[in-house]
């Protein structure tokens, strides 16, 4: 794990006191997969030994351990060294701007938060590339921000028309196999690259369980699974991932560890929401495994329950899943999201600055808000939490240093990416 590298950052990055479906799911209207349609027409892989040094007896010769993937490079770090307390919370936080409205000023300027995401459907490209360009100009030009969106295929393509193809549904990719999975995944990923979008919020990789089928609601009824054995959908998620690297665009993986045996969408609701059956072990993570292997940037964590692993809180709130399955069992070391935290049924009882507080706790990094107007408490209670004490400073920065690291990889901070 690089935990422990990230959070011995230069004293110089803590913080000061403070002074001071995903949604488009159900609204996206069903069109047949067409895979023949134009635009026109509508690493992580092993991670190097840490070695404690193999000096000949004097300490101070000691041999550096090779830096991982995931370590911040000097330009991050002397980014974070840039950055006030509240740039630095900013940074954990991603918005979400509905088709045919305009970017609040304040998400970027007073919050700083470090992206935005596209809700509903997108169908003029001229409106994507302008809302991208309007992202960029409101952001310091030494901090810009992420840019993603929802695009599987299927019914869950937030830009169609002239601003992406048609690709199939991960049902039906999965049904014609790994290799239909890379074309389409490289459609997408071309798709997103042109239009400045840095990180597709795809692919799925919930096993959808087999006696639910279509009643899974939130994968399984809306065709957004691959199928319902592991190593199959671990090959298709393996596949999808590499062809968006390909291409230029960020994989992420959802929705950690699996809704494939809920039968409630919990974007939707609050009820029918808990999985009595995945264990720490179970061959549903394979194909979450599989996807971390073939160099996965993000994990969005699912705001389901999962009895056999902590019956006591959401998997986004859970250090169990977070902490304990997802970053130290799966050895993944990228950058945790949480599933929507703003409109979300599933989430709505929790107070709004304990949403930020309990994944942070849990060991998350960036939280996505399809409400763009509670983006100020989200910022105001980080940077608050930040202020309490050392392990909250820390937590915080090792969360903006994964951010920002993204964005190096992604290519938005100088020649990263």
């Excluded at 969106?149 to 869950?156: A, K, L, P, T, W």
């Excluded at 665009?249 to 950690?256: E, I, S």
Aim: proline share 7%; aromatic share 4%.
């Amino acid at each position: 794990m690089r935990r422990r590298q990230l959070l011995a950052l230069s004293p110089a990055l803590a913080l000061a006191a403070c002074t001071s479906p995903e949604q488009g799911d159900g609204a996206d209207p069903v069109l047949p997969a067409d895979p023949e349609a134009t635009s026109g027409g509508e690493e992580k892989g092993s991670n190097p030994t840490r070695g404690e040094g193999t000096g000949s007896g004097d300490e101070t010769e000691q041999t550096e351990p090779a830096p991982g993937p995931w370590d911040p490079s000097e330009q991050v770090t002397g980014l974070l060294e840039q950055l006030n307390p509240r740039e630095v919370a900013g940074q954990l936080v991603m918005v979400g701007i509905t088709a045919g409205s305009t970017l609040p000023s304040e998400i970027l300027r007073e919050h700083h938060a470090g992206g935005i995401f596209l809700l509903d459907v997108w169908r003029d490209p001229d409106q994507v590339d302008a809302m991208v360009a309007a992202a960029r100009e409101g952001s310091r030009p030494e901090l810009p921000p992420l840019v993603a969106v929802d695009q599987e295929g299927g019914q869950v393509r937030m830009l169609r028309g002239d601003a992406a193809r048609r690709t199939p549904s991960a049902e039906e990719l999965g049904e014609a196999g790994p290799d239909a999975v890379g074309d389409a995944y490289t459609s997408i990923g071309e798709d997103l690259a042109a239009r400045g979008i840095q990180v597709a919020f795809s692919p799925v990789a919930d096993v959808v369980d087999p006696a639910l089928g279509p009643a899974n609601e939130p994968v399984g009824g809306l065709g957004r699974g691959f199928g319902t054995d592991p190593a199959h959908v671990g090959d298709c998620v393996r596949a999808a991932v590499q062809s968006l690297h390909d291409a230029g665009t960020g994989a992420t993986l959802k929705h950690f560890p699996g809704l494939g045996r809920v039968e409630q969408n919990t974007d939707h609701s609050a009820e029918g929401i808990i999985d009595d059956t995945t264990t720490i072990e179970d061959p549903f993570l394979d194909s979450f495994r599989a996807g971390i292997d073939a160099g996965a940037e993000l994990v969005m964590l699912a705001s389901a329950t999962y009895a056999q692993i902590d019956s006591e809180a959401p998997a986004m709130f859970s250090r169990a899943v977070v902490t304990d399955l997802l970053r130290d069992r799966l050895g993944f070391e990228g950058v945790a999201v949480t599933d929507d935290i703003g409109a979300a049924k599933a989430v709505a009882a929790v107070p709004v600055p304990e949403r930020a507080t309990r994944f942070l706790d849990a060991g998350g990094d960036v939280l996505l808000t399809a409400d763009p107007t509670i983006t100020g408490q989200l910022v105001d209670a980080i940077q608050e939490w930040a202020s309490r004490g050392p392990e909250q400073e820390q937590r915080v920065r090792e969360s903006a240093a994964r951010m920002l690291t993204l964005k190096e990889r992604r290519g938005l901070l100088g020649s990263g990416g």
